[in-house]
C-alpha cells in the first residue's frame, strides 16, 4: 500500500468531497470534513516516513520525494486545522445567515476538491500533471471566493481567475519550453521528457538559451500564481474577500504550492544555466515583493488584506532564501515555506472569528479584543508577533536562515532592504494589532464566548508555531535537508 | 527596340489607360446603383461630364496665384506618367531580346505622391475655408498611406529581388505564401484609400465635413476641373492596374503576338472588373469612418504590411 | 510529407495565426473578435492536421479535432449568446488607444522573432516558425486582456493567448503527449464556463459588466 500512496493521497480528499454531496446535515458534513482531513495527515506521515527512509516513492505520473514532504505535510496539517475550525466557524455562519443550508454541503465539497488539487499538484512528476493540478487549484478555488456571491467577493474572484490563468498560461508555455530542450537533448521521443525526475537527471545536458526563457516564463507564470510581486495584484482581494477558512489555506498552502513549481524548475535552471541566472531572478523578485507590499501594509485598514500584503511579503522572503541559494539559503526558506503556512493559517482564523464578532472587516472598527475574546485576542497578538519576526516564534527562525545566506552569499544591497522593510512592517504590525487587541471594546461588538472548536484550532496552529521557533525536531530537520540536497543537485 | 519606339509604346499605354480610366468610375458607380436598388447613371457619364467641363469658363477667387491655374494640368501630367508605368497588356521581356519600358515601382509612387502635394498645394493657394481642411487631411491619410505601400512594394520586392515593376510581374509565381496574403489584405486597404472610397472618404459627397479629396477640388472649375477629375480617374485605374501587376500578374502577354495581346487584354479588363466589384461591394456595405478612426484603419494596414516583410525577411 | 513542406505550411499557418490576431486587437465591435478567435483557432487545428501528417503521431489528429470541436465552435458559441444574453456590442475605448495597441504589438513581434533566433541548434526541436508565434501570440493575447475593458474582450484575449502555447506544444517534435494536452482542454474549458457563469451573476444581480467592478483597491 505504501508504493500506492501516492495515488491514494489525493484520492481521499476526492472520495471525502464526493461523500459530502451526499449529505445534509451541517454536523455530518463537519464530522466527515475533520475526519477527511485527519486522514490526508496520517497518510502524509506514513509517506514522509517511508520517503526518509528509503528514498522516493513513484507511482505513474506521481512521485512523492523529500521537497514535496513539508508541502504535503502543510497541506495535511492546515486541512485539519481548518476542518476543526469550521465546525464552530460554519455554525456561526448558518446562524446569522451567511450561508445557506444548501450551499453548505457544496462548501465542503469545494474544499476537499481544492484540497485535492493542491495535493495533486505537490506530487506530480509529470511536469504537464502539475500544470493541470495548478489550474485546478485556481478553479476550485476561485469558485470558493466568490461563493458569497456579494459584489466584493464576485469582483474578487473574477480578478483572481482572470490574472492566475494568464499566470499559469505563461507557466504552460515554460514547461513547453522545457519539454522542448529536454526532447532535444534526448533525441528520441518518448512520455519521459515530461517527468522532472528525469528532466532533472539530465538538466545539464539542455540547451541553457532555451531554459533560460523557459524559467523566466515560469518564473513569471507560476510567481503569479504564488503572489510575488509585480504580478501580485490579484492576491489581497481575493485573500480578503475568501471565507477565512478558505483564506486561511489559499495563504497557507495554496501560494507555496506555486513555490513548489517554480523550485522544481529552479533545480532544472540550476543544472541547465548555472547557478547564478535562476539565483539573481529569484533575488530579484523577491527583493521587489517585500519592498512592494510593505508601504501597502502600513496604511492598509482591511484585516485580511492587511494578511495578504504580508503573505505577498512573506513570498518574497522565500524567494530571497531560495535565490541567496546553498545550503543556508534553500533550508531556510523551505523552513519559512512551513512556518508562514502555519502562522499565516493561525492569524486568518484569528481574523475570522473577529469579524464574525465585530461584523466588520475595518481594522479601525475593531477594538478590544482581549477584552471581549481572550483568548483569540492572545492568539492575535501571538500571531502578529510571529508574523512581525519576532523571537520564540518561528518565522524569526527562518529569517534568519535566509538573512545568514544572504549575508554569506555577499548580497549585501539585498540583506540591508529586506531588513529595512522588516523593521518597517515589525511597527506597522505591532500598532495595528495593538489597537485591535487593547482599548475598549465597541458597543457593536457581540459578547459571548468563542467556539470552542475554533480555539481549539487556533491553539493546535500556535502550538506548532511556538514549538518551530524554539527548537527544530530532527524529523523535520532531516526531511528539510534531504530536500535541500535534491534541489541543490 | 531603339529611337522614339519606347516611347510611342508609353504614349499609347498612357492614352489607352486615360481613354478606359472613366469607364471604370462608370462601371463603380453603376454597380453600386445596382446594389442600392437605383437605376443610376449610364457607364459612360463620367466621359459626359468631362466633355462639359472641358466646355465651361474658369473661375477662381481673387486669392489665387498663377500656382493654382497651374496645378490642373501639371497633376494631371504627374498621374499620366505614372500611368505609363504601370504593366498593363505586357511583360518587359514580350519584344523578344529588347526591353519594352516599364518603370520602378518606387517611382510610380513617388510620381502618386507628387500629384497629392501639388494638388494639396493648389487648394491651399486658393484660399478657401474648404480648401484647406480637405488639403490637410488629405496629406494626413497620405503620411498613413504611403509608407504603407511602400512597406507592400517591399514586401514583395524581397521577394523577387528588384522593384523592378515589369520584373516583379515577370517573376512572380502563382504560389501564395501567406505573407503575400497579409500584404494583399493591406493593398486592398490601401485600394480603399488611394481611389478615395467609403471607408476612407465618400466620392459622392459635397458636404464639407465628410470631403477629404473633393475639398481639395472644390476651388476649381472649367477645364482646369476637367484636368482634375480626370486624374483621379486615371489615379484609380493606375492604383489598380498596380496591385494586378504584384500580386495577379496572370494573363501578362510573354510575346507580341496578337493573340497573346488579345488574350492579355481580356485578362486585364476581367481583373479591372473584379476589382470594380470589390470597390462597389465594399461601398455599399460599409459606412464612412470618422476621420480620427482613420488612423486605426490604416494602421491595421501598416502592421499587416509590416508583418509581411518581417515575415519575409525572418 | 517532406520535412520541408511541413515547415513551410507551418510558416505559413503561422501568419494568418498572427493575422487574426491583429483582427482581434483591432476589433471595434466584440462579435468580430470573437469572430476572429474561432478562425484562429481553425488555424490551430489545421497546424496539428498537418503536423500529424508530417510526423505519423495519430494523436495530434486527436488534438486538431478537439480544438476544432472546442475552441473553435463550443466556446465561440458560447460567448455569443453571453453578449446576445448580455447584450453589449461595442468595446468601449480601450485603456490605451489602439494605435499604440498596434504598435506595442509589432514591436511584441519583432521581441518574439529576435528571441527566437538567439537560440542555438534546440531551434530545430520546434517546426518552422511556431516558437516565435507562439511567444508572440501569447504576449498578445496578454495585451488584449490588459487593455481592454470589455469582460468578453478579455476572454478572448484568454483564449487567444493559450492558442499560441498549443501552436508551439504541438510543433515540439512530435507534440506533447496526448493525456497532458486534453487536461489542457479540460482547464481551459472548465475555467471558461466560471468565467462565464461569474459574468452572469454579475451582470443579473448588480447589472454592470464584470470588468468594470473596481470596489476593491488599496
Redesign the interface.
Known amino acids: 500500500m505504501i508504493r500506492h500512496l501516492p495515488v491514494l493521497l489525493p484520492l481521499v480528499p476526492v472520495l471525502t468531497g464526493l461523500a459530502m454531496l451526499a449529505l445534509r446535515d451541517p454536523r455530518a458534513l463537519a464530522a466527515v470534513d475533520v475526519a477527511g482531513s485527519l486522514v490526508i495527515l496520517v497518510l502524509t506521515l506514513l509517506l514522509a516516513g517511508t520517503v526518509i527512509t528509503s528514498g522516493p516513492v513513484a507511482a505513474g505520473p506521481f512521485r512523492a520525494d523529500a521537497v514535496a514532504l513539508p508541502f504535503l505535510f502543510l497541506i495535511g496539517f492546515l486541512a485539519v486545522c481548518a476542518a476543526i475550525y469550521t465546525v464552530g466557524w460554519m455554525r456561526e455562519e448558518l446562524e446569522t445567515g451567511k450561508i445557506k443550508l444548501g450551499t453548505v454541503r457544496h462548501y465542503y465539497a469545494l474544499f476537499h476538491a481544492f484540497i485535492a488539487t493542491m495535493l495533486l499538484t505537490v506530487l506530480a512528476d509529470n511536469l504537464g500533471v502539475l500544470w493541470i493540478a495548478m489550474e485546478g487549484t485556481t478553479i476550485t478555488s476561485a469558485v470558493l471566493v466568490g461563493l458569497r456571491g456579494h459584489r466584493g467577493s464576485l469582483e474578487a474572484a473574477w480578478k483572481y481567475i482572470i490574472v492566475t490563468t494568464i499566470g499559469i498560461s505563461f507557466g504552460l508555455f515554460g514547461t513547453v519550453l522545457v519539454y522542448a530542450a529536454a526532447a532535444h537533448a534526448r533525441g528520441d521521443m518518448s512520455g519521459d521528457a515530461m517527468s522532472w525526475a528525469v528532466i532533472a537527471g539530465m538538466s545539464k545536458k539542455l540547451d541553457p538559451g532555451i531554459v533560460r526563457i523557459g524559467f523566466l516564463f515560469v518564473l513569471v507564470g507560476y510567481g503569479t500564481k504564488a503572489g510575488l510581486a509585480p504580478v501580485h495584484m490579484w492576491l489581497p482581494d481575493a485573500h480578503s474577500q475568501a471565507p477565512s477558512p478558505v483564506s486561511a489555506l489559499l495563504s497557507g498552502a495554496l501560494i507555496k504550492c506555486a513555490l513548489f513549481g517554480i523550485i522544481r524548475f529552479h533545480t532544472i535552471a540550476r543544472g541547465a544555466c548555472g547557478e547564478a541566472f535562476s539565483g539573481r531572478l529569484l533575488v530579484l523578485f523577491g527583493l521587489v515583493s517585500v519592498v512592494v507590499a510593505t508601504p501597502l501594509i502600513i496604511t492598509q485598514r482591511d484585516f485580511k488584506r492587511l494578511l495578504g500584503y504580508h503573505s505577498v511579503e512573506h513570498v518574497g522572503i522565500v524567494a530571497l532564501g531560495l535565490g541567496f541559494g546553498g545550503t543556508v539559503g534553500t533550508f531556510g526558506a523551505l523552513l519559512h515555506v512551513i512556518n508562514h503556512g502555519v502562522t499565516k493559517a493561525l492569524v486568518f482564523l484569528v481574523a475570522g472569528n473577529a469579524i464574525g464578532r465585530y461584523r466588520t472587516q475595518d481594522m479601525h472598527a475593531i477594538r478590544g479584543l482581549l477584552a471581549i475574546a481572550p483568548w483569540t485576542g492572545t492568539f492575535l497578538l501571538m500571531g502578529a508577533f510571529s508574523l512581525a519576526g519576532t523571537p520564540p516564534f518561528s518565522i524569526f527562525v527562518s529569517e534568519l536562515y535566509v538573512l545568514r545566506a544572504g549575508l554569506g552569499g555577499g548580497h549585501f544591497v539585498a540583506v540591508a532592504v529586506f531588513l529595512l522593510m522588516t523593521v518597517i512592517i515589525f511597527g506597522g504590525l505591532i500598532h495595528h494589532a495593538g489597537r485591535m487587541a487593547f482599548g475598549s471594546p465597541s458597543a457593536s461588538a457581540k459578547a459571548g464566548r468563542d467556539a470552542g472548536s475554533t480555539l481549539g484550532a487556533m491553539a493546535l496552529l500556535a502550538a506548532v508555531m511556538v514549538l518551530l521557533g524554539v527548537f527544530l525536531p530532527s524529523g523535520l530537520e532531516r526531511v528539510l535537508s534531504r530536500a535541500t540536497e535534491v534541489i541543490l543537485g | 527596340m531603339d529611337g522614339l519606339a519606347p516611347l510611342g509604346v508609353a504614349a499609347a499605354r498612357v492614352a489607352l489607360l486615360a481613354l478606359a480610366a472613366p469607364l471604370v468610375t462608370g462601371i463603380v458607380q453603376k454597380m453600386k446603383a445596382t446594389l442600392q436598388s437605383r437605376q443610376g447613371a449610364s457607364v459612360v457619364q463620367p466621359y459626359r461630364d468631362l466633355r462639359k467641363l472641358l466646355r465651361k469658363g474658369t473661375v477662381q477667387s481673387d486669392t489665387a496665384s498663377a500656382i493654382f491655374r497651374a496645378v490642373p494640368p501639371l497633376v494631371l501630367a504627374a498621374t499620366l506618367t505614372a500611368a505609363a508605368m504601370v504593366p498593363v497588356l505586357f511583360l518587359p521581356g514580350a519584344a523578344g531580346g529588347a526591353r519594352l519600358p516599364l518603370g520602378d515601382a518606387i517611382l510610380l509612387l513617388s510620381l502618386l505622391a507628387l500629384a497629392r502635394f501639388l494638388l494639396a498645394v493648389g487648394a491651399l493657394d486658393a484660399g478657401g475655408a474648404f480648401g484647406g481642411m480637405g488639403a490637410s487631411r488629405e496629406m494626413t491619410v497620405g503620411v498613413l498611406v504611403e509608407p504603407v505601400l511602400m512597406l507592400v512594394v517591399f514586401s514583395v520586392a524581397a521577394a523577387v529581388g528588384t522593384t523592378e515593376l515589369g520584373d516583379i510581374a515577370a517573376r512572380r509565381s502563382l504560389a501564395f505564401r501567406a505573407p503575400d496574403l497579409l500584404a494583399l489584405f493591406s493593398m486592398m486597404l490601401l485600394l480603399l484609400a488611394e481611389t478615395g472610397r467609403i471607408p476612407v472618404d465618400n466620392p459622392d459627397t459635397h458636404l464639407e465635413l465628410t470631403m477629404l479629396h473633393e475639398g481639395m477640388l472644390l476651388e476649381h472649375s472649367g477645364p482646369g476641373l476637367g484636368c482634375l477629375v480626370l486624374a483621379t480617374h486615371v489615379k484609380q485605374i493606375v492604383i489598380m492596374a498596380f496591385s494586378l501587376a504584384i500580386f495577379f500578374p496572370e494573363g501578362l502577354a510573354q510575346s507580341l503576338a496578337p493573340q497573346a495581346i488579345a488574350i492579355a487584354a481580356g485578362a486585364f479588363c476581367l481583373k479591372i472588373v473584379g476589382l470594380s466589384i470589390f470597390l462597389a461591394l465594399v461601398e455599399s456595405s460599409y459606412a464612412k469612418l470618422r476621420f480620427f478612426r482613420l488612423p486605426q484603419f490604416l494602421g491595421m494596414g501598416l502592421l499587416c504590411a509590416f508583418m509581411a516583410l518581417a515575415l519575409r525577411l525572418l | 510529407m517532406t520535412p520541408a513542406l511541413a515547415h513551410?505550411l507551418i510558416?505559413?499557418?503561422?501568419?494568418?495565426l498572427?493575422?487574426t490576431m491583429?483582427?482581434i486587437l483591432?476589433a471595434g465591435q466584440l462579435y468580430r473578435a470573437i469572430y476572429a478567435v474561432a478562425a484562429q483557432s481553425v488555424f490551430i487545428g489545421i497546424a496539428g492536421g498537418v503536423l500529424a501528417t508530417a510526423t505519423g503521431n495519430s494523436d495530434l489528429w486527436v488534438i486538431a479535432g478537439l480544438t476544432i470541436v472546442i475552441k473553435a465552435v463550443a466556446l465561440p458559441w458560447l460567448m455569443l449568446r453571453v453578449i446576445a444574453r448580455v447584450g453589449i456590442r461595442r468595446e468601449i475605448e480601450p485603456v490605451i488607444p489602439?494605435?499604440l495597441t498596434?504598435?506595442i504589438?509589432?514591436a511584441i513581434?519583432?521581441l518574439s522573432?529576435y528571441?527566437s533566433?538567439?537560440?542555438?541548434?534546440?531551434r530545430?526541436?520546434?517546426t518552422g516558425?511556431a516558437l516565435?508565434v507562439?511567444?508572440a501570440l501569447?504576449l498578445l493575447?496578454?495585451l488584449v486582456?490588459v487593455s481592454r475593458r470589455k469582460?468578453v474582450t478579455?476572454m478572448v484575449g484568454?483564449f487567444a493567448?493559450?492558442n499560441?502555447?498549443f501552436f508551439?506544444?504541438m510543433a515540439?517534435?512530435?507534440g506533447?503527449?496526448l493525456?497532458?494536452e486534453i487536461?489542457?482542454i479540460?482547464?481551459v474549458i472548465?475555467?471558461a464556463l466560471?468565467?462565464g457563469i461569474?459574468?452572469l451573476?454579475?451582470r443579473s444581480?448588480?447589472d454592470e459588466d464584470?470588468?468594470d467592478?473596481?470596489?476593491?483597491k488599496?
Open positions: 513551410h510558416d505559413d499557418v503561422g501568419a494568418m498572427l493575422f491583429i483582427l483591432g489602439i494605435s498596434l504598435a504589438a509589432a513581434i519583432l522573432f528571441l533566433a538567439s537560440l542555438g541548434t534546440v530545430q526541436a520546434i516558425n516565435p507562439g511567444i501569447m493575447g496578454v486582456m469582460a478579455q484568454l493567448s493559450e499560441g502555447i508551439t506544444a515540439v517534435s512530435q506533447m503527449p493525456i497532458i487536461g489542457v479540460l482547464d472548465l475555467g466560471v468565467m461569474l459574468m451573476r454579475v444581480s448588480l464584470i470588468a467592478l473596481e470596489q476593491l488599496g
